[in-house]
């Protein structure tokens, strides 16, 4: 098998970036950051007061997301990160590092009871509506994305990863 790529877990809000990309961590034996330890104190505070980001709030965090796929180099890593943009994408991109972003796709439904469930996350579920609306798909030039439904067991999405990693 070759090496696996730096993996970024993206998605909105909810989407269960940082459970898979713990689990997936432990699978394939790499190691995980947690994009969101990589904002600065303005964004989460800016956030947990219930307001959304902008482009200019986003910028800082993710050339730190980047930075730390850089420093993955050779060795791998998972990273959970919305990149709910394709230039935010483009900017994971700019590392130079193989990366293969995964991309679960949850009903927004399911997303809404997520964040209503949740505690002790600065992100809520008021939210959700500016990440959605900020949201761009995956295109089809985005070769390097893999969209998975929500409800796949982590061992198969750990082996879709490493067919991908094989070819």
């Known amino acids: ?3 696996l790529p730096c993996i970024v877990v993206m998605g909105v809000a909810g989407s269960g970036k940082t459970t898979l990309g713990r689990e997936l961590g432990a699978r ?3 190691p995980f950051q947690e994009g969101d330890d990589l904002h ?4 989460i505070e800016k956030m947990r007061s219930g307001l959304p980001l902008t482009d200019k709030d986003r910028l800082p965090w993710l050339e730190q997301c980047r930075d730390w796929l850089r420093n993955q180099a050779g060795q791998g890593g998972i990273l959970s990160c919305s990149a709910l943009k394709r230039s935010y ?3 994971l991109r700019s590392s130079h590092v193989p990366l293969l972003f995964v991309f679960p796709d949850v009903p927004v439904a399911v997303l809404r009871e997520r964040l209503r469930s949740r505690s002790g996350h600065f992100m809520k579920e008021n939210l959700l509506e500016s990440q959605i609306a900020t949201f761009e798909p995956p295109t089809e030039e985005e070769h390097d994305i893999l969209t998975i439904s929500y409800d796949l067991s982590v061992e198969e999405i750990s082996r879709k990863i490493r067919e991908l990693s094989d070819r």
Do not use: C, Q
């Open 1 to 3: 098998m070759k090496r």
């Open 28 to 30: 394939l034996h790499l």
């Open 40 to 43: 600065p104190e303005s964004n």
């Open 89 to 91: 994408r483009d900017i």
